[in-house]
């Protein structure tokens, strides 16, 4: 499982009237991924008329889409041919277009007057005691007078209005967030200037009817009345328009003309004759018995084989890895896809950064929070989903350093308290950065096998492999440092061996080689410190919080605590999640992965582009 699978190349041969249904079907499988081979075919939709329809096609959706219906279930017509398929389903919206557009037009008519009657509903509602008579607001402008009303959004600022103006302003609601009514009462001229400045504040001017009259109470029972009557109005309009839609098939015709728009945009993928259709890319199918079942299974034709890839093509990979590994895929690409002659580090990933994550932030308490955070925001947020393992890894080195929410006096350290033994800590933290780097070292090698070139890593690479391991030992035995020389001797001679030409300067390059390399890794190794440092400043800060709580007083102790938790589990978790990146990507993927693979990218199905639903208010 550590080698990405390499997809297979693929050709299926379908009846050009199925191409609709297989292309769903593939689509469906998830396994296919298109890709053209030359051919000597005609295009799937040509002409300039397809272009002309599809132009018009999404043309009448900006103007009607809100009052389409949900699409049919694309995908299951046989379509011969897709341009009279297409004209034929823009020919049939028009024709539904054409006797909707009153049905419409009424509908719009309706929202506009059920808008002012909400309008006018929330005024009388907002403080009927201080409303004036409705009747003097629909005489108003008889006389010198006039008298106008507004809505302003919620938050609006204060503004100036011209002089000669009274206001009354009214609150929608008792929150602050509410919108707020005002009645202004003037001459003519100055109203028009407050609308002006109004208007500038996206205040919404409400119309008061001439015959809403008598008292507030029985305004508002009229306005009821009316409300309730242009809705049922409104329900009567969108049945008619409903019953429109059946009468002309248009929710086919949207289906039809959302599949052509899709097949059009994989024509270029697509060779096609007058009766046959040629599919070719690449599919994740271990046979071509397979990639037919699913298309047999809906009474479709297919006849499909595996051939040798065209020359010069890339096939993309695909990383095989158990479920609970797919999460760590990210962060190998963030290099790049691994290519299939190069090691998917997704399964040692997924041991080794919860491992780093834990060291850092070890604390049963703490590792348990994000355990569960982790967990609960794993659907929303998947990348969220590391914290389970991250804080399980946590809890038990939390275990190892005897530490529970900062506190490191309510469970015995199974190994150590780091503060007390810090070089013990930091001489644990390179340890675990050397075998890691060994094992990019073992992955580097298993890639030269799959390449073809085992030979060239002994002759070479080898001799880096041993001359690391004697730097290792050679603070625990001197001696080793002669098999570190003897690593270096290797090396070089190897890149003499295999050279085709002039050995001695091969040598000499190889040597300086190894010195590039040989440092680059005790390099890495002691970078790996960090780990360390970064679990004594985790455990400094552990108990700088406990230290302020219980200076705090009984009263402040357990508040101060809980804060200090809470600033460690942010503050830290985020460097130490971003330190794990960090040395996994330049110091343990260096060592093997290039990312020059190609991701398999499925065919996606069609999607209805329209589902808003007949009528539906805007």
Same mark, same amino acid.
């Given at each position: 499982m550590l080698r990405p699978r390499?997809?297979?190349?693929?050709?299926?041969?379908?009846?050009?009237?199925?191409?609709?249904?297989?292309?769903? =079907?593939?689509? @469906?499988? *998830?396994?296919?991924?298109? !890709?053209?081979?030359?051919?000597?075919?005609?295009?799937?939709?040509?002409?300039? !008329?397809? #272009?002309?329809?599809?132009?018009?096609?999404?043309?009448?959706?900006?103007?009607?889409?809100?009052?389409?219906?949900?699409?049919?279930?694309? @995908? *299951?017509?046989?379509?011969?041919?897709?341009?009279?398929?297409?004209?034929?389903?823009?020919?049939?919206?028009? @024709?539904?277009? #054409?006797? $909707?557009?009153p049905l419409i037009a009424e509908l719009e008519r309706i929202d506009g007057e059920l808008g002012a009657l909400a309008d006018l509903r929330r005024l009388l509602a907002a403080a009927p005691d201080l409303l004036p008579q409705p009747s003097l607001l629909a005489d108003a402008g008889r006389f010198l007078a006039d008298a106008r009303v507004h809505a302003l959004p919620a938050g609006a600022p204060a503004i100036a209005l011209p002089d000669g103006i009274a206001t009354l302003s009214l609150a929608a609601g008792r929150a602050e967030d509410e919108e707020r009514f005002l009645i202004l009462a003037g001459p003519r001229e100055a109203l028009d200037e407050a609308d002006e400045r109004l208007r500038a504040h996206q205040a919404r001017r409400i119309a008061w009817p001439a015959d809403l009259?008598?008292?507030?109470?029985?305004?508002?029972?009229?306005? =009821?009345?009316?409300?309730?009557?242009?809705?049922e109005r409104r329900e009567r309009t969108g049945e008619a328009l409903a019953a429109l839609s059946r009468e002309h098939g248009l929710a086919d015709a949207l289906a039809v003309a959302g599949i052509v728009d899709w097949l059009i945009a994989h024509g270029p993928e697509l060779s096609a004759s007058e009766r046959l259709v040629w599919v070719t890319g690449w599919?994740?199918?271990?046979?071509?018995?397979?990639?037919?079942a699913t298309l047999q299974a809906k009474d479709l034709r297919c006849v499909a084989h595996f051939?040798?890839?065209?020359?010069?093509?890339?096939?993309?990979?695909?990383?095989?890895?158990?479920?609970?590994?797919?999460?760590?895929? +990210?962060?190998?690409?963030?290099? @790049?896809q691994p290519g299939r002659d190069?090691?998917?580090?997704?399964?040692?990933?997924?041991?080794? =950064?919860?491992?780093?994550?834990?060291?850092?932030?070890?604390?049963?308490? !703490? *590792?348990?929070?994000?355990? $569960?955070?982790?967990?609960?925001? &794993?659907? &929303?947020?998947?990348?969220?989903?590391?914290?389970?393992?991250?804080?399980?890894?946590?809890?038990?080195f939390g275990l190892l350093f005897g530490t529970v929410f900062a506190r490191e006096d309510l469970i015995p350290a199974l190994w150590l308290h780091p503060l007390h033994h810090p070089v013990d800590v930091?001489?644990? $933290?390179?340890?675990?950065g050397a075998a890691i780097l060994l094992g990019g070292l073992a992955l580097g090698a298993m890639q030269s096998g799959w390449r073809g070139a085992t030979l060239r890593w002994w002759a070479r690479d080898a001799g880096l492999v041993? $001359?690391?391991?004697?730097?290792? =030992?050679?603070?625990?035995?001197?001696a080793a440092a002669w098999f570190a020389l003897a690593g270096a001797a290797w090396f +070089?001679?190897?890149a003499a061996a295999t050279a085709s030409q002039d050995r001695a300067a091969a040598f000499l390059a190889g040597l300086a080689h190894f010195v590039e390399q040989a440092l680059q890794l005790l390099v890495n190794t002691v970078s790996f410190a960090r780990v360390g440092a970064f679990a004594l400043a985790h455990a400094g800060l552990s108990v700088a919080v406990t230290g302020v709580a219980e200076a705090s007083g009984p009263g402040g102790y357990w508040i101060v605590l809980g804060l200090g938790n809470l600033l460690i589990l942010v503050l830290e978790g985020l460097v130490v999640g971003i330190q794990t990146t960090r040395l996994l990507l330049f110091e343990f993927f260096v060592r093997f992965l290039e990312g020059t693979g190609r991701a398999f990218r499925p065919l996606s199905p069609p999607i209805a582009r329209f589902d808003t639903g007949v009528g539906s208010p805007p």
């Open positions: 390499a997809c297979h190349w693929f050709e299926l041969l379908a009846a050009r009237s199925d191409l609709a249904p297989v292309l769903e =079907a593939l689509a @469906g499988t *998830g396994a296919v991924e298109l !890709q053209a081979q030359e051919r000597s075919a005609t295009p799937l939709v040509a002409g300039s !008329q397809a #272009a002309r329809d599809i132009a018009r096609f999404d043309e009448l959706a900006r103007r009607y889409r809100a009052h389409w219906p949900a699409a049919a279930r694309s @995908g *299951g017509e046989r379509i011969t041919d897709p341009s009279a398929a297409l004209a034929a389903a823009v020919g049939r919206i028009e @024709g539904w277009r #054409a006797e $909707a557009d009259r008598g008292s507030v109470a029985e305004a508002t029972r009229e306005v =009821a009345s009316r409300d309730a009557a242009t809705a599919t994740t199918a271990d046979d071509p018995s397979d990639l037919c051939p040798d890839p065209p020359a010069g093509v890339e096939p993309p990979s695909v990383l095989a890895n158990p479920g609970w590994a797919r999460a760590f895929e +990210a962060f190998a690409r963030m290099v @790049g190069e090691a998917d580090p997704s399964l040692v990933v997924a041991l080794i =950064a919860p491992v780093l994550f834990g060291f850092m932030f070890g604390d049963v308490g !703490q *590792g348990a929070v994000l355990c $569960a955070a982790g967990w609960l925001l &794993r659907k &929303r947020v998947p990348m969220l989903g590391l914290l389970v393992p991250g804080g399980a890894m946590a809890i038990a930091l001489t644990a $933290a390179v340890a675990l041993l $001359a690391y391991v004697a730097l290792l =030992a050679t603070p625990l035995a001197p +070089a001679a190897g």
